[in-house]
């Protein structure tokens, strides 16, 4: 595996992109290696393209110089995709990557193919931050850096609940925090703490769900009039999913929210036996065995029998 060190030899002109709709992983790794870079090859020039990630995370250091247009034509000498499954996730930043002179994947998708010149890929690791730590020399991990990386882990872990999470995720978290910053506060301001619009969306989501195949499903869907009714966006629905999914009895939960008319995002989280990568693979998306998405076509209850299926086909084999 190459070091950070050799992918940027001979390089001036740097790009970073990550995948729409950005969450902390994504956020994190993409400000995590542009920290980096900047505390490190400072006669290196380094912009990150990503769509505008929520307020939360306006905290991390460089976040405030995140390109959010793509107006300009320039070619990049490397183009880092991070913490995106496939090219087209990288959305209307993908003609810099298709520009660039050489391109770099670093990512922990396990349904990531490999679509850049060099692809480093690592299913098992909880988080592309955990992943970018390996790339980078310790002694040279500034605060910021830190702070960022640790951010994109705690959030894909779940603040280090969910199955993903291993020795060497704690490992890497815990010497992360050896370099001097308010971890706790962190996960209280951009995991658990919600604005009230985000709470009333979420407890309609609740309010509404519903439970199939014996309880071992529970599902709940969003409508485009309901978000326009509490005044909510995309990013106002994160960790709804993660709501459901801590149900008793459950095994797989569902949100879905309505892009367009009959078109729907869908989020998945399964407990222990589910693989929903594999079902959401099957519907053009992907992600992780735990914890995948993809998008659908069709009635709220149309999409929610194609999925059923494909899930009471994993626990019948598994039973």
Same mark, same amino acid.
């Given at each position: 595996?190459?070091?950070?060190?050799?992918?940027?030899?001979?390089?001036?002109t740097?790009?970073?992109?990550?995948?729409?709709?950005?969450?902390?992983?994504?956020?994190?790794?993409?400000?995590?290696?542009?920290?980096?870079?900047?505390?490190?090859?400072?006669?290196?020039?380094?912009?990150?393209?990503?769509?505008?990630?929520?307020?939360?995370?306006?905290?991390?250091?460089?976040?405030?110089?995140?390109?959010?247009?793509?107006?300009?034509?320039?070619?990049?000498?490397?183009?880092?995709?991070?913490?995106?499954?496939?090219?087209?996730r990288?959305?209307?930043?993908?003609?810099?990557?298709?520009?660039?002179?050489?391109?770099?994947?670093?990512?922990h998708?396990?349904?990531?193919?490999?679509?850049a010149?060099?692809?480093?890929?690592?299913?098992?690791?909880?988080?592309?931050?955990e992943?970018?730590?390996?790339?980078?020399?310790?002694?040279?991990?500034? &605060? +910021?850096? =830190?702070?960022? %990386? !640790?951010?994109?882990?705690?959030?894909?872990?779940? *603040?280090?609940?969910? /199955?993903?999470?291993?020795?060497?995720?704690?490992?890497?978290?815990?010497?992360?925090?050896?370099?001097?910053?308010?971890?706790?506060?962190?996960?209280?301001?951009?995991?658990?703490?919600?604005?009230?619009?985000?709470?009333?969306?979420?407890?309609?989501?609740?309010?509404?769900?519903?439970?199939?195949?014996?309880?071992?499903?529970?599902?709940?869907?969003?409508?485009?009039?309901?978000?326009?009714?509490?005044?909510?966006?995309?990013?106002?629905?994160?960790?709804?999913?993660?709501?459901l999914?801590?149900?008793?009895? &459950? +095994?797989? =939960?569902?949100? %879905? !929210?309505?892009?367009?008319?009959?078109?729907?995002? *869908?989020?998945?989280? /399964?407990?222990?036996?589910?693989?929903?990568?594999?079902?959401?693979?099957?519907?053009?998306?992907?992600?992780?065995?735990?914890?995948?998405?993809?998008?659908?076509?069709?009635?709220?209850?149309?999409?929610?029998?194609?999925?059923?299926?494909?899930?009471?086909?994993?626990?019948?084999?598994?039973?």
């Open positions: 595996m190459n070091s950070l060190e050799s992918m940027l030899s001979g390089v001036t740097v790009a970073i992109g990550g995948h729409v709709r950005p969450d902390g992983d994504c956020v994190g790794s993409c400000l995590g290696l542009y920290n980096y870079i900047r505390d490190n090859f400072q006669e290196i020039q380094v912009t990150v393209y990503l769509e505008q990630p929520s307020k939360v995370f306006s905290f991390m250091q460089g976040a405030d110089h995140i390109c959010s247009g793509d107006e300009e034509d320039v070619v990049y000498d490397l183009f880092f995709a991070l913490d995106c499954g496939d090219k087209e990288l959305g209307k930043f993908v003609k810099y990557f298709d520009a660039a002179r050489h391109t770099v994947c670093i990512d998708h396990i349904s990531n193919v490999g679509f010149d060099e692809n480093y890929i690592k299913g098992e690791l909880s988080s592309t931050c992943f970018l730590c390996e790339f980078m020399e310790n002694q040279k991990i500034s &605060v +910021e850096t =830190a702070k960022c %990386l !640790y951010t994109g882990i705690a959030h894909d872990t779940g *603040v280090f609940q969910y /199955s993903n999470t291993t020795s060497k995720t704690l490992n890497t978290a815990g010497m992360l925090i050896d370099k001097g910053f308010d971890f706790s506060r962190i996960i209280d301001e951009t995991f658990y703490q919600k604005t009230y619009k985000q709470k009333q969306i979420t407890g309609r989501a609740l309010l509404e769900s519903i439970m199939v195949l014996d309880g071992k499903v529970i599902f709940s869907a969003v409508r485009a009039k309901d978000m326009e009714f509490y005044g909510v966006t995309p990013q106002d629905l994160d960790g709804i999913v993660s709501q999914r801590t149900t008793e009895g &459950v +095994e797989v =939960a569902i949100f %879905l !929210y309505e892009l367009s008319p009959q078109v729907y995002k *869908v989020s998945m989280r /399964s407990k222990q036996c589910v693989n929903v990568s594999e079902i959401a693979g099957f519907f053009g998306g992907g992600g992780h065995i735990r914890a995948a998405g993809c998008t659908m076509q069709g009635s709220m209850y149309d999409v929610i029998n194609n999925l059923t299926e494909h899930i009471e086909k994993q626990l019948l084999t598994e039973n």
